[in-house]
């Protein structure tokens, strides 16, 4: 089994450290990831710039994969439609170093990549851990391992999931529950000041401010200590305003 490493935190971070080492001795694992942090990236791609590509080793004993100047779905299109001679079986991208919950998958660069695999129809696995989690990267990159290789026999179809570890395990068990989306919100606040040459800029900052999320949902389901598994597709169509438009007509 070929497995595609992705993230949006940079290949220097150590949430794909973790996963490549616990699963490089079970299969083939290559990395393709940013050569810098790319959060909030979402599925954007490079269009009109080159994108620089070099050789990377994750470990001594030789290449690895690649540490490449692009957004984490550059590094999926490239690794698949151009650097690699087959399709990899799964791509994993992550860990990411904070929660990917409900809307906010909008802007993931970790769900991005995941999302770009699957266009590739791909199997994709988009992993995250809660940024004040006593989880440690190591242990979750192991029980995320294991559920790979259940997940992947268990699908006849390539399949998309996004999945969060939650602050604390609920009884220090284990536990993957499959949800839906809920919504996040934000109490956004802009700090405006003057750079060097005088310019207004700003930079963004704010708290989570989460209202109502119902007991399937992702963000409810971490709150209570279990590791959430979102399935997630590509159709955005609101099929309710179509058939009412088609009726309409």
Not at 16 to 40: K, T
Not at 180 to 196: H, M, P, Q, S, T
Not at 212 to 231: C, H, L, M, R
Not at 237 to 249: C, G, I, R
Request: with cysteine; proline share 4%; charged share 20%.
């Amino acid at each position: 089994m070929r497995i595609l490493l992705v993230n949006d935190d940079g290949i220097f971070a150590p949430g794909i450290r973790a996963l490549y080492e616990v699963l490089q001795g079970v299969c083939d694992v290559i990395v393709a990831a940013p050569a810098m942090e790319q959060s909030g990236m979402a599925q954007a791609i490079t269009v009109h710039d080159t994108i620089r590509v070099d050789d990377y080793k994750m470990s001594p004993e030789g290449l690895s994969g690649w540490k490449i100047y692009g957004t984490p779905a550059d590094c999926v299109k490239l690794a698949v439609e151009a650097l690699l001679d087959e399709k990899p079986d799964l791509i994993v991208s992550g860990i990411n170093k904070g929660s990917n919950l409900g809307t906010d998958i909008l802007y993931s660069g970790t769900v991005g990549a995941a999302m770009e695999a699957y266009i590739h129809d791909i199997p994709a696995i988009a992993v995250s851990l809660d940024a004040q989690s006593t989880i440690q990267f190591s242990q979750a990159a192991a029980l995320i391992r294991d559920q790979i290789f259940t997940w992947f026999q268990e699908e006849a179809h390539p399949f998309l999931y996004n999945v969060n570890f939650p602050q604390v395990l609920k009884g220090n068990m284990s536990t993957f529950v499959f949800t839906k989306l809920g919504v996040r919100k934000y109490i956004n606040a802009f700090n405006c000041e003057l750079d060097v040459e005088q310019h207004r800029v700003y930079q963004m900052g704010g708290e989570i401010s989460d209202g109502e999320n119902d007991d399937v949902t992702d963000i409810f389901a971490v709150k209570q200590g279990y590791i959430s598994v979102t399935p997630l597709q590509l159709d955005l169509t609101s099929y309710k305003t179509l058939e009412d438009k088609l009726e309409a007509d």
